[in-house]
């Protein structure tokens, strides 16, 4: 079974399959050790990673080239972040191919303007497409997906244009051949998107990314019946950088490297998490 059908039986609106955001390898391989079903080639992370904004200011190159890397690090499937896809049906239907050889299980795709604005900017602009655009662009993305799933974000709801419209658009994107619809929701509690999930028809599976309505637990996603992968969207690059600030500020404060010993990695787990054994056994095998 390849990772775009393994990705694709876990998407099971019983019990919804639970994807980790990672900025690089070695991030996703944490996730895959502690369980996650998926990773989530997030680009809101990778942008932070390189400490510039969430607004397709990254090439296509960079991101693909850490998306090929995340999957060689670890055995489970990877959802990759196109944003918008880096342009119109053109570019959509030149780049998924290459995203599809680099081993990637599924790519979203959302339905805003490029460069697009990162939805959870407060004040960002959030400029969406027309629907008949934003169809073509996910037909030609199945086109050159070779069996890649395809998942159709709208950010009807991040753009303020109400329950009826994001409805509308998510139908649409499913009929011109979507394999999952994500819906985004920037309020601080969940009943906006718990009523839109109430009100989805249900010709293809939902994608939720509760970001901003953490009360909203696995357990009662599952209960709706309706979604089948749920994306912790940016917690691997937020808790990296709240661990980092805490033991910068202890070395300072203590004058010393002996306070946070107790408290960060030991390099031998380094070592483990980079595959030194295995390296090991390579010089065995074969320096002369």
């Known amino acids: 079974m390849s990772k775009a059908e393994a990705l694709r039986a876990k998407l099971d609106v019983g019990k919804p399959a639970i994807a980790m955001a990672a900025h690089n390898p070695l991030a996703a391989r944490l996730a895959a050790q502690a369980g ?13 990673s390189y400490a510039v904004p969430d607004a397709n200011i990254l090439s296509m190159s960079t991101h693909l080239d850490m998306m090929r890397a995340i999957g060689d690090a670890q055995d489970a499937p990877v959802i990759a972040d196109l944003d918008t896809g880096f342009g119109n049906a053109v570019n959509v239907a030149y780049v998924v191919p290459r995203y599809a050889a680099a081993g990637v299980a ?52 991040i753009a303020g244009l109400g329950q009826v419209e994001a409805l509308r658009r998510g139908a649409a994107y499913a009929q011109a051949g979507a394999d999952a ?34 009360q909203l637990s696995f357990a ?49 787990d380094i070592f483990a998490l980079q595959g030194d054994d295995a390296m090991r056994q390579i010089e065995k095998k074969f320096l002369r």
């Not at 996650?36 to 932070?48: P, T």
């Not at 959030?126 to 655009?133: A, C, F, R, W």
């Not at 033991?247 to 002996?258: E, N, P, Q, S």
């Open 181 to 214: 619809v994500l819906i985004h929701s920037k309020q601080k509690t969940p009943d906006e998107i718990v009523a839109f999930c109430r009100a989805w028809p249900g010709q293809v599976p939902l994608v939720l990314v509760p970001t901003s309505y953490p």
């Open 36 to 48: 996650f079903d998926a990773i989530w080639g997030s680009g809101f992370e990778l942008s932070a």
């Open 220 to 268: 009662d996603v599952a209960a709706l019946g309706k979604v089948g992968l749920i994306i912790c969207g940016n917690h691997a690059i937020r808790a990296a950088v709240g661990a980092m600030r805490e033991t910068f500020r202890r070395i300072l404060a203590d004058g010393g490297l002996g306070g946070v010993e107790g408290t960060i990695a030991p390099v031998s």
């Open 106 to 157: 599924a790519v979203v795709m959302e339905d805003k303007t490029f460069p697009k604005d990162s939805s959870l900017r407060p004040g960002g602009r959030q400029q969406l497409v027309p629907v008949e655009e934003f169809q073509g662009k996910i037909e030609a993305a199945k086109a050159g997906a070779g069996g890649v799933l395809v998942i159709a974000r709208t950010e009807a709801l």
